[in-house]
Structures are given as C-alpha cells and as structure tokens.
C-alpha cells in the first residue's frame, strides 16, 4: 500500500514539473488533473475508520470522473462559453461543486466549505434578496456552467497559481526536508544564537524563520523544529509556557516570511499583477521586523528570568554546521541565481533547485554516497509532496468558488461599498473593520485562504481610500495570521502547549506578548509604506524600517520587562508616537 503511494506522489511531482517544460496546456486540463491527483490523498490516503474510507472511495470515483470528463471535453466544452446543454453535464457539475466542498471539509474543516456553500445559495437564489444586496437571477446552466466550466470558477485563477507555482514550491520544500535540510537550519541557528542569552529561544527563532521560508505552515514548523527547541528550552530554564510560547510565535512567522509565504506570495502575485520578486522584496522587511520582535521579546524574557547560554558541549561542531548548511544553501543559492541573475520564472528557477536538492540527497551528514539512502528520502519526499499539495489544492480549489460567485453576483463591489460607508470614507476606521473581519475569518480558515477571501472584499475599499495595492494585500496577509497565536483559536499555540506539557491559555497570554510584532507591523506599514519600496526607495525604506524597529522594542519592553509602571507606560507611548506619528 506505501509503494502505491510513493507511486501516486512520484507521479505528482512529474505531472507538476512537466508543465513548466511541457509548453501550454489548456486551463481545462491542467487544472481538473491536478484536482484528480489530489482527490486520493485527501479522501483515501487520509481517511480514518470505514465510513471515511467507504464515503470517501465513493467521493474519489465521482470526483475522478467528474475532472476526467471535464479534461478530456476541454476544446468542447470551452466552446459553450459557460452555458452547460445537457443533462449530463448538469450532474458533473453539480458533482465536481459538491465532491470540491467535501474536500476541503476533510482537509481543513467546515468553515470553509461552509462559506463557499453561503456564496453558492447566495449566487442560486440572490434574486429574491430585497434591495441593494440582491442580484438578477442567473439560469442554473449558466451558473453552474461558470462554476465549472470556464475559468471563473473551480477551474479559475486561483487554481492557475496552486498548478503552476504553488505545487512547484511545495516540492522543493518535500525534498529539502527530506534530506539534511532541516538538521542544517537548526545547525547554523545552534552555532548563530547558541551562545547568547537564552540562547535556547534565539535559536528557535532562526531556525524557524529558515525552515517555515520553505514550509511555509505555522504548525508544520512547530511540530518539526518545535521537537528539538521546545525541550531545550525547557532543560535550560525556560518556563513551560514560555518554551511554547517562543516555538509558537517563531513559527507562526513561516508564513511571512518569503520565499513561499504559505502559498500568500503566489496568490497575491495572480491577484495583483505584481511580479513575484517585487512581492518578496516587499515582504521581506516586515518579516525580519517580525523576527527582529520576536529576538528582542525573548532577550528581555532572559534578562528577567536569568536564562542563559547554551553550554558550549551542546553546540553543534563547525564541520557539522558547515556540511548541513550545503543542503539547503545550494538549493536556495541556484533558486535565487535563477530569479535574479538570470531572471528565469520562479517556477523555473524552483524546478532548477529541487534538481539540486534532489542530487544532495544522495549524501548523508558524512558526505558518502548512498543510493539506498536516495531510494527512502525520495519515497519520503514523494509522499509528502503529494499530500501537500492536495492539501492546498482542496483549500484553493474551495476558496476559488467563494470568488467566482463574488464575481459573478457583484457582492464583492458591494461589501466594498458597506466597508466604506460605515466608516464614513476614513482610511483607519476602514483599517479596523477589515482587520476584524480578517482576524474572525482567521479563526477558522487557513491563511491563504482567509487572506483571499478578505481581500476580495475589502481589497477595493482599502485601494479607494489611497492605500496601493502590495500594502493592502500585505495588510490583509498579516491580519489573516492573526489566529495562530490569538485565541480562542490559536492553533500554533494549541500544538506547542501540548509539546511543551502546558495550559494553553498561559501559553497564548506569553505569545501574544512575544508576537506583538504580529499586531503592530501591518498597521505600522500603512503608516510608514516606504517600508515596502527597500527596491527602488532604500534610504526611505531603511528609515521606515529603523523607526519601526525602535517602536517594538519600546513596545515590547513595556510588555515584557518586569520594572515599574511609570517607565513601561512612557516606553509605549513612545513607541506608538515613534511608529505612528507623521513625520
């Protein structure tokens, strides 16, 4: 059954690099194959006692269907503008919309489908909505024909980016932490931060920020470098909900952190038109300003509590940093070289880094050569790679009928008109609204796809108000994070208090101290955009980005430090007047 599979992830992979060498292949098929290969991982692969696997067999076939029915009629069906004609059809699509809702049920919960499902009776029966809210009726051919025949629904854009760019990223990260990747980063964080003040924090900060740039998931971070940081910590006198706390927040930041963002980066580069290198050189300063809050929340926790360095034996040796490095150095190297020297796409510069990553997993820790070795890392990197992708496959796939149906009905234009009308055409009354609304939806959707939906609706108003477009979606980005540390649905924080043996509540109240970058930065970029443009505007992003600093750490030293009120209270306002005050 493994090797099945090992097989089924082999042939992922091979489907997903062979479109970036394959030339164009229609929209219809590339997209409906790529579902078809995620649907086994997600009904079958993880299904759990009979009903989920009866149920989900059932599922797969009609859904198998469904996508091979839509590949193979692609030319056909593309010549029908939308407008299904026969019965048949009707069942498919009414079968692919259902069969598209249960997957992201099984993958990720029922918030999501439940808002695609809101979205799809609002398209069906918006008619009989009374006044502004409402829309013209569309005849059900039409509309389950848009939904699932064209490009303005399952089959849209979104699905576009998680085919072609998405799929691609998560791969190299399969095979990079199949291989010494991952004991690299912790290495080079251990031999970095080892040696300072709480130093067992500081290294969990590092390697969090290296390895969730490829993960790209805040809870695949703390389950991962959380396994050695959390008990390190813990041995070298960091309170249980502390320990936690630090891997939480320090994981949670993956998800900002280019070059993968959580799959973010792509979408907002189909969303905005953006190139993709302009959105990481603007992701990256609020980023390291993240990280940079997060060391410093962590030295002030050491200096009030006496946490020290790590004894010198339990650093890691400098060949050992030095050979560990080469497995995720060389990768990253080739992707940047392929990006920026010779200004390939980034899926191709990621195919030319998984061939390298690929090569490396020949060689283990003491540079010798074992193709048994290579065999079990790549049956490791297949499987992974394949759930990963059918993971947020069924998230975007879902989250691409929430925005067909906004298209179609126009409800987006007019959430965009009630954001600015009750915040009377001001710019932070509107900035307030659409952080609420992200950090609720945050609650029980994933990132990318919170993120989606929020900037669909509230993207527009924040535009008309005079915000461009990267800070409004990097606004909207960050607020959607929120969650992973915010209760009452905190998941980064629920995975790390259950490694660190802690109530997860002490575990959030430390995290929310630790993490106060997360809800400062995206209003801090609004207030200081030159933040974004470190490209073509590095002297005033570099002010931008000292001003912002030095405010977080006024900020965090009055949450953190244990001196007298007077002080800490004159730190925070200083550090607000500092961060918000126009200059």
Not at 269 to 279: A, F
Not at 413 to 431: H, Q
Request: net charge positive; hydrophobic share 60%.
């Amino acid at each position: 059954m493994l090797l099945g599979w090992q097989v089924l992830g082999l042939i992922s992979i091979a489907f997903h690099l062979g479109l970036i060498f394959s030339g164009l292949v229609p929209a219809l098929v590339a997209r409906p194959i790529h579902m078809a290969l995620a649907l086994p991982w997600i009904f079958v692969f993880q299904a759990r006692g009979a009903f989920q696997r009866v149920s989900g067999w059932i599922f797969l076939l009609v859904g198998e269907a469904g996508c091979l029915y839509i590949a193979l009629n692609a030319d056909a069906l593309s010549d029908q503008y939308g407008f299904l004609d026969s019965g048949l059809q009707i069942a498919v699509a009414a079968a692919l919309i259902v069969v598209t809702l249960e997957m992201a049920r099984r993958a990720i919960g029922w918030p999501l489908p439940l808002v695609a499902l809101v979205c799809l009776l609002y398209g069906l029966f918006g008619q009989y909505v009374p006044g502004e809210y409402g829309h013209p009726a569309f005849p059900l051919e039409s509309f389950l024909g848009t939904m699932t025949i064209t490009e303005g629904g399952i089959w849209g854009s979104l699905t576009g980016v998680s085919v072609g760019i998405v799929a691609i990223f998560v791969i190299l990260g399969a095979v990079l932490n199949a291989g010494e990747a991952g004991q690299g980063f912790m290495n080079l964080a251990a031999l970095a931060a080892g040696r300072l003040r709480g130093g067992a924090g500081k290294i969990a900060v590092l390697s969090s920020a290296m390895f969730g740039s490829i993960s790209g998931s805040a809870s695949a971070n703390v389950a991962s470098t959380g396994a050695v940081t959390i008990p390190a910590m813990k041995r070298l006198g960091y309170p249980p909900a502390l320990a936690g706390a630090v891997e939480a927040v320090a994981s949670s930041g993956g998800q900002i952190m280019p070059p993968l963002m959580g799959a973010g980066a792509f979408v907002m580069v189909e969303l905005t038109g953006i190139p993709y290198s302009s959105i990481m050189a603007a992701a990256l300063p609020p980023a390291i300003l993240y990280f940079l809050t997060t060391w410093i929340g962590i030295d002030l926790f050491a200096r009030r509590l006496g946490l020290g360095a790590i004894d010198a034996a339990d650093r890691p040796k400098i060949r050992d940093v030095v050979v560990t490095t080469m497995f995720f150095a060389v990768p990253f190297t080739v992707l940047l070289w392929g990006m920026f020297v010779t200004k390939t796409t980034p899926q191709y510069a990621a195919c030319l880094a998984i061939l390298s990553a690929v090569l490396l997993l020949f060689v283990d820790i003491r540079l010798s050569i074992s193709p048994r070795l290579f065999a079990r890392r790549v049956s490791i990197a297949a499987i992974e790679a394949g759930r990963q992708i059918a993971m947020i496959a069924a998230i975007i796939i879902c989250a691409s009928i929430v925005v067909g149906v906004l298209g179609m009905t126009g409800l987006g234009i007019k959430v965009t008109s009630a954001i600015l009308a009750v915040a009377g055409e001001s710019l932070w009354p509107a900035l307030i609204l659409t952080a609420l609304a992200c950090i609720l939806l945050g609650m029980e959707v994933p990132t990318t796809a919170a993120y989606v939906i929020c900037v669909t609706v509230a993207g527009p108003a924040l535009q008309r108000l005079g915000i461009e477009p990267m800070l409004a979606h990097l606004f909207v980005f960050w607020f959607a994070l929120l969650s992973t540390i915010t209760p009452p649905v905190c998941g980064a924080v629920f995975i790390a208090a259950g490694m660190a043996g802690e109530n997860w509540l002490k575990v959030a109240g430390s995290a929310m101290r630790l993490g106060i970058g997360l809800y400062i930065i995206p209003l801090a970029m609004i207030a200081n955009p030159a933040i974004v443009h470190m490209a073509d505007q590095p002297l005033a992003a570099a002010f931008a980005f000292v001003r912002i600093a030095l405010a977080l750490w006024a900020i965090s030293f009055a949450l953190i430090s244990n001196g007298k009120a007077g002080p800490r209270l004159a730190a925070a306002v200083a550090g607000a007047a500092i961060c918000f005050w126009p200059v």
